[in-house]
Structures are given as C-alpha cells and as structure tokens.
C-alpha cells in the first residue's frame, strides 16, 4: 500500500486532481498483480527438489495444477471481488487499508472477500 501512495506521490506533477483515486486504485491493483506474478515465479524458482523421488515430482505437478485452477479461478471472479481479493491476499493489505483505497467501507471490503472466498472453495477443496 505505501508503494501506491509513493508512486502518486512521485508523479503527482502529471496526474490531474481529478483523476488521482483513479491512479491511486490503478497503481494498488497493478502493484498487487506484480507481487502474485512475483510470488508465483519466486515459488518455481526456490524448488530445489528436481533430483527428489517420483512421488515429490508428482505432488510437485499437483500442486502446480492446483495452482493454475485457483488462478483462472481468481480470474473468472466478479471484478469488484478479484480486485479486493488480490488486494488483501496479494498486497497484504489490510481491510482498512483497502476500504480507504476504493473509497469503500471496510465492511463491504469483509463482505467481498467473504463471497470470493466462498467462491473459491471448491478449487480449494480440490471439488473443482
């Protein structure tokens, strides 16, 4: 979050004061995109285990299969629940923190992670 109101801050010369929630939800929502990328590569990188035995590689390609449901998962989610979802999760920002970003109540923000939560249990769950 402090990253956002950084890069505002930085470029506060070129954004009109109209527009800067804009920027700002823009700038948060791109910055959480960039750390779930990073997080997934950072992931495939540190696996050490390529000499390990069958069954490790095979829990390896599970996993990375569950990985890539749950994604496409987060992706067919309703924008306004994917977009607090990677926020909270991806952004490690708080409730708070993300109500004053989208200029929503922090109740609301509960409420949106609860439903996208719920949505994606099944892939959780390994129902999906």
Known sequence: MHEAFVRVWENRH?????????YLFRTATN??????????????????????TARSIEDLFIGKE?????????????????TVLLLVRFADMSYQQV???LGISS????????HAMKSLKGVRDGSE
């Open 14 to 22: 070129d954004i009109h004061p109209d527009h800067i929630r804009g």
């Open 31 to 52: 910055l959480a995109a960039n750390r779930r990328r990073w997080l997934k590569l950072r992931q495939f990188v540190s696996f050490k285990g390529w000499e390990s």
């Open 66 to 82: 569950t990985a890539k449901l749950m994604a496409q998962a987060i992706d067919r989610l309703p924008e306004k629940q994917k």
């Open 99 to 101: 109500a004053e970003t």
């Open 107 to 114: 109740g609301t923000v509960a409420s949106r992670v609860h």
